[in-house]
Protein backbone atom coordinates (compact mmCIF):
# COMPACT_ATOMS: atom_id res chain seq x y z
CA UNK A 1 0.00 0.00 0.00
CA UNK A 2 2.17 2.81 -1.31
CA UNK A 3 0.79 6.11 1.65
CA UNK A 4 3.16 8.94 0.47
CA UNK A 5 0.59 11.93 -0.13
CA UNK A 6 1.29 15.33 -0.75
CA UNK A 7 1.23 18.39 1.71
CA UNK A 8 -2.39 19.56 0.11
CA UNK A 9 -3.37 15.66 0.78
CA UNK A 10 -2.26 16.08 4.00
CA UNK A 11 -4.30 19.23 5.56
CA UNK A 12 -7.56 18.18 3.28
CA UNK A 13 -7.53 15.42 6.11
CA UNK A 14 -7.52 17.75 8.70
CA UNK A 15 -10.51 19.36 10.42
CA UNK A 16 -11.23 22.53 12.59
CA UNK A 17 -11.43 21.67 16.74
CA UNK A 18 -9.05 18.26 15.82
CA UNK A 19 -6.94 17.18 18.79
CA UNK A 20 -3.27 16.92 17.19
CA UNK A 21 -0.15 15.40 18.89
CA UNK A 22 3.44 16.59 17.60
CA UNK A 23 6.33 14.72 18.23
CA UNK A 24 9.98 16.13 18.73
CA UNK A 25 10.95 17.56 21.31
CA UNK A 26 11.69 21.27 21.71
CA UNK A 27 14.01 22.03 18.95
CA UNK A 28 14.86 19.08 17.98
CA UNK A 29 13.38 17.08 15.28
CA UNK A 30 9.89 18.80 15.39
CA UNK A 31 7.78 18.18 11.72
CA UNK A 32 7.57 21.77 11.10
CA UNK A 33 6.69 21.99 6.92
CA UNK A 34 3.90 20.40 8.48
CA UNK A 35 3.14 23.05 11.27
CA UNK A 36 4.00 25.54 8.70
CA UNK A 37 0.82 24.09 6.68
CA UNK A 38 -1.61 24.15 8.79
CA UNK A 39 -0.19 27.85 9.65
CA UNK A 40 -1.63 28.92 5.92
CA UNK A 41 -4.51 26.87 6.03
CA UNK A 42 -8.05 28.11 7.35
CA UNK A 43 -7.79 25.14 10.19
CA UNK A 44 -9.14 26.61 13.84
CA UNK A 45 -9.67 25.55 17.35
CA UNK A 46 -7.03 23.12 17.21
CA UNK A 47 -6.58 21.13 21.14
CA UNK A 48 -2.96 20.82 20.82
CA UNK A 49 -0.56 18.22 22.65
CA UNK A 50 3.13 18.86 22.55
CA UNK A 51 6.69 18.52 24.27
CA UNK A 52 6.49 21.76 23.43
CA UNK A 53 9.35 24.24 20.73
CA UNK A 54 8.99 26.54 17.63
CA UNK A 55 5.62 24.57 16.69
CA UNK A 56 3.75 26.08 19.53
CA UNK A 57 5.02 29.20 19.55
CA UNK A 58 4.55 29.48 15.33
CA UNK A 59 0.85 27.69 15.95
CA UNK A 60 0.19 30.42 19.29
CA UNK A 61 1.32 33.43 16.85
CA UNK A 62 -1.22 31.91 13.79
CA UNK A 63 -4.33 32.16 16.53
CA UNK A 64 -4.66 28.25 15.62
CA UNK A 65 -4.56 27.15 19.30
CA UNK A 66 -8.05 26.40 21.02
CA UNK A 67 -6.64 24.35 23.94
CA UNK A 68 -2.74 23.14 24.63
CA UNK A 69 -1.98 20.35 26.71
CA UNK A 70 1.89 20.68 27.21
CA UNK A 71 4.73 19.72 29.66
CA UNK A 72 7.18 22.95 28.12
CA UNK A 73 7.54 24.86 25.43
CA UNK A 74 11.25 25.82 25.02
CA UNK A 75 13.94 26.48 21.75
CA UNK A 76 16.58 24.54 24.00
CA UNK A 77 19.37 27.33 23.14
CA UNK A 78 17.22 29.76 23.74
CA UNK A 79 15.02 28.75 26.95
CA UNK A 80 12.15 30.64 26.27
CA UNK A 81 9.74 30.70 22.94
CA UNK A 82 8.76 34.38 22.69
CA UNK A 83 5.49 33.73 20.53
CA UNK A 84 4.01 31.05 23.05
CA UNK A 85 4.89 33.89 26.13
CA UNK A 86 3.22 36.47 23.88
CA UNK A 87 0.33 34.48 23.62
CA UNK A 88 0.21 32.86 27.11
CA UNK A 89 0.96 36.06 28.80
CA UNK A 90 -1.77 37.98 26.89
CA UNK A 91 -4.60 35.03 27.65
CA UNK A 92 -4.71 34.68 24.03
CA UNK A 93 -4.70 30.84 24.87
CA UNK A 94 -8.40 29.70 25.58
CA UNK A 95 -7.01 27.38 27.75
CA UNK A 96 -4.39 25.28 28.84
CA UNK A 97 -3.51 22.12 30.38
CA UNK A 98 0.63 22.32 31.66
CA UNK A 99 1.70 19.20 33.62
CA UNK A 100 4.84 17.56 34.76
CA UNK A 101 6.54 15.90 31.37
CA UNK A 102 6.44 12.63 32.96
CA UNK A 103 2.39 12.87 33.21
CA UNK A 104 1.85 14.19 29.73
CA UNK A 105 4.27 10.92 28.77
CA UNK A 106 1.99 9.06 30.83
CA UNK A 107 -1.27 10.06 29.30
CA UNK A 108 -0.23 9.45 26.18
CA UNK A 109 0.94 5.65 26.93
CA UNK A 110 -2.30 5.31 28.24
CA UNK A 111 -4.54 6.42 25.32
CA UNK A 112 -2.06 4.32 23.10
CA UNK A 113 -3.01 1.03 25.29
CA UNK A 114 -6.63 1.92 25.60
CA UNK A 115 -6.70 2.43 28.99
CA UNK A 116 -8.66 5.62 30.00
CA UNK A 117 -5.66 6.27 32.75
CA UNK A 118 -2.71 4.91 34.17
CA UNK A 119 -1.36 5.21 38.04
CA UNK A 120 1.33 7.03 38.73
CA UNK A 121 3.70 9.05 41.69
CA UNK A 122 4.25 12.06 39.13
CA UNK A 123 2.90 15.58 40.39
CA UNK A 124 2.43 14.77 43.60
CA UNK A 125 2.40 17.38 46.28
CA UNK A 126 3.07 20.33 43.77
CA UNK A 127 0.81 22.73 41.98
CA UNK A 128 0.41 20.68 38.80
CA UNK A 129 -2.41 19.02 40.80
CA UNK A 130 -3.46 22.13 42.62
CA UNK A 131 -4.05 23.56 38.85
CA UNK A 132 -5.69 20.95 37.21
CA UNK A 133 -8.55 19.90 39.56
CA UNK A 134 -9.50 17.58 36.52
CA UNK A 135 -6.73 15.15 37.42
CA UNK A 136 -7.99 12.65 40.20
CA UNK A 137 -6.77 10.07 42.54
CA UNK A 138 -6.83 6.81 42.77
CA UNK A 139 -6.79 4.13 45.43
CA UNK A 140 -4.50 1.03 45.50
CA UNK A 141 -6.74 -1.77 45.54
CA UNK A 142 -3.92 -3.76 47.53
CA UNK A 143 -3.04 -3.95 50.79
CA UNK A 144 -1.24 -0.65 51.07
CA UNK A 145 -3.82 1.44 49.87
CA UNK A 146 -1.10 4.35 47.90
CA UNK A 147 -3.20 7.18 46.99
CA UNK A 148 -1.97 7.76 43.48
CA UNK A 149 -2.55 10.05 40.48
CA UNK A 150 -5.17 8.49 37.76
CA UNK A 151 -3.21 10.43 35.28
CA UNK A 152 -5.95 10.50 31.96
CA UNK A 153 -5.35 9.04 28.60
CA UNK A 154 -4.55 11.88 26.16
CA UNK A 155 -6.30 10.67 23.00
CA UNK A 156 -5.10 12.21 19.80
CA UNK A 157 -7.47 12.11 16.27
CA UNK A 158 -3.59 12.94 14.52
CA UNK A 159 -0.08 12.53 15.13
CA UNK A 160 2.20 14.49 13.79
CA UNK A 161 5.69 12.96 13.25
CA UNK A 162 9.37 14.05 11.38
CA UNK A 163 11.79 11.03 10.52
CA UNK A 164 14.95 10.66 8.75
CA UNK A 165 14.09 7.90 6.09
CA UNK A 166 10.81 6.00 5.41
CA UNK A 167 9.32 3.68 2.59
CA UNK A 168 6.24 4.21 0.71
CA UNK A 169 4.21 1.41 2.78
CA UNK A 170 4.87 3.71 6.59
CA UNK A 171 8.55 2.06 7.65
CA UNK A 172 9.89 4.93 9.32
CA UNK A 173 13.80 5.16 10.48
CA UNK A 174 14.99 7.62 13.56
CA UNK A 175 18.60 7.26 13.38
CA UNK A 176 18.70 10.32 16.19
CA UNK A 177 20.20 9.42 19.64
CA UNK A 178 17.00 10.16 21.04
CA UNK A 179 13.70 9.17 19.38
CA UNK A 180 11.75 11.55 22.23
CA UNK A 181 7.88 9.95 22.60
CA UNK A 182 7.06 10.16 19.19
CA UNK A 183 6.08 6.11 19.15
CA UNK A 184 3.60 6.67 22.24
CA UNK A 185 2.28 10.22 20.23
CA UNK A 186 1.93 7.08 16.99
CA UNK A 187 0.26 4.68 19.72
CA UNK A 188 -2.38 7.29 21.09
CA UNK A 189 -3.62 8.86 17.55
CA UNK A 190 -5.84 7.60 15.00
CA UNK A 191 -3.98 8.58 12.35
CA UNK A 192 -0.12 9.54 11.83
CA UNK A 193 1.30 11.71 9.45
CA UNK A 194 4.97 11.54 8.91
CA UNK A 195 7.19 14.01 6.91
CA UNK A 196 10.58 12.16 5.93
CA UNK A 197 14.11 13.90 5.14
CA UNK A 198 14.18 10.87 2.73
CA UNK A 199 11.96 8.47 1.05
CA UNK A 200 13.63 5.16 0.13
CA UNK A 201 13.13 2.02 -1.53
CA UNK A 202 11.77 -1.19 0.84
CA UNK A 203 14.62 -3.19 -0.16
CA UNK A 204 16.94 -0.77 0.63
CA UNK A 205 16.54 -0.99 4.36
CA UNK A 206 19.41 -2.60 6.24
CA UNK A 207 17.84 -5.35 8.55
CA UNK A 208 20.00 -4.06 11.78
CA UNK A 209 18.46 -0.59 10.90
CA UNK A 210 15.30 -1.69 10.74
CA UNK A 211 15.55 -3.71 13.93
CA UNK A 212 17.43 -0.61 15.84
CA UNK A 213 15.48 2.49 14.35
CA UNK A 214 12.18 1.96 13.42
CA UNK A 215 10.04 3.00 16.64
CA UNK A 216 6.49 2.25 15.93
CA UNK A 217 4.79 0.26 13.29
CA UNK A 218 3.86 0.88 9.70
CA UNK A 219 0.34 0.03 10.55
CA UNK A 220 -0.23 3.48 12.31
CA UNK A 221 0.72 5.64 9.68
CA UNK A 222 -1.58 6.87 7.43
CA UNK A 223 0.30 9.20 5.18
CA UNK A 224 3.94 9.66 4.38
CA UNK A 225 5.07 13.26 3.01
CA UNK A 226 8.72 13.37 1.70
CA UNK A 227 10.37 16.42 2.70
CA UNK A 228 14.04 16.92 2.93
CA UNK A 229 14.98 19.66 5.76
CA UNK A 230 11.63 19.39 6.55
CA UNK A 231 12.30 19.50 9.95
CA UNK A 232 13.69 23.64 9.90
CA UNK A 233 14.78 25.29 11.83
CA UNK A 234 15.17 22.54 14.73
CA UNK A 235 17.44 19.68 14.27
CA UNK A 236 17.34 16.46 12.30
CA UNK A 237 20.46 14.24 13.63
CA UNK A 238 22.88 12.96 12.02
CA UNK A 239 21.70 15.42 8.52
CA UNK A 240 21.53 18.91 10.26
CA UNK A 241 21.73 20.78 13.91
CA UNK A 242 19.25 23.50 15.45
CA UNK A 243 19.65 26.59 13.22
CA UNK A 244 20.50 29.26 16.26
CA UNK A 245 20.26 32.34 13.68
CA UNK A 246 16.65 31.36 12.33
CA UNK A 247 15.60 30.53 16.29
CA UNK A 248 16.78 34.27 16.87
CA UNK A 249 15.21 35.80 13.86
CA UNK A 250 12.20 34.43 14.90
CA UNK A 251 12.04 34.77 18.20
CA UNK A 252 12.76 38.67 17.44
CA UNK A 253 9.38 38.30 15.45
CA UNK A 254 7.36 37.83 18.05
CA UNK A 255 7.28 41.71 18.34
CA UNK A 256 6.51 42.17 14.49
CA UNK A 257 5.26 39.21 12.98
CA UNK A 258 4.15 40.39 9.99
CA UNK A 259 7.30 40.13 8.44
CA UNK A 260 8.11 36.92 9.59
CA UNK A 261 5.03 35.64 8.27
CA UNK A 262 5.40 37.08 4.71
CA UNK A 263 8.57 35.76 4.24
CA UNK A 264 8.73 32.38 5.59
CA UNK A 265 4.67 31.16 6.10
CA UNK A 266 2.93 33.00 3.49
CA UNK A 267 4.68 31.01 1.09
CA UNK A 268 5.02 27.75 -0.20
CA UNK A 269 7.63 24.99 1.20
CA UNK A 270 9.83 25.10 -1.31
CA UNK A 271 9.87 28.86 -1.32
CA UNK A 272 10.44 29.14 2.57
CA UNK A 273 13.77 26.45 1.90
CA UNK A 274 14.94 28.93 -0.56
CA UNK A 275 14.49 32.12 1.48
CA UNK A 276 16.68 30.17 4.93
CA UNK A 277 19.27 29.44 2.09
CA UNK A 278 18.12 26.58 0.22
CA UNK A 279 18.64 22.46 1.13
CA UNK A 280 22.49 22.45 1.23
CA UNK A 281 22.16 25.46 3.42
CA UNK A 282 20.09 23.39 6.22
CA UNK A 283 22.06 20.49 6.01
CA UNK A 284 25.21 22.14 6.30
CA UNK A 285 24.20 23.44 9.51
CA UNK A 286 25.91 21.54 12.33
CA UNK A 287 25.03 18.88 15.08
CA UNK A 288 24.00 21.19 18.29
CA UNK A 289 26.06 20.06 21.05
CA UNK A 290 24.54 20.08 24.64
Not at 35 to 52: A, F, H, M, P, Q
Not at 165 to 187: H, M, Q, V
Request: hydrophobic share 35%.
Amino acid sequence: MNKVITTNDFISKLEDGMTIGIGGWGARRKPMSLVREICRSNLKDLTLVSYGGPDIGLLSSCKKIRKLIFGFVSLDLIPLDSHFRNARQSGELPEVVEIDEGMLQWGLRAAGMNLPFLPTRVGIGTDVLKNNPHIKFVESPYDDKEKLVAMPAIKLDVALLHVNESDEKGNTLIFGPDPFFDDLFARAASKTFVSTEKLVDSTSFDKEKVANYNRFERNLVSGIIPDEGGAHPTACNPSYGIDLDHLKEYSKSAKTFDEYQEKYLFVDEATYKKNVGGIKSITSIPLTKF
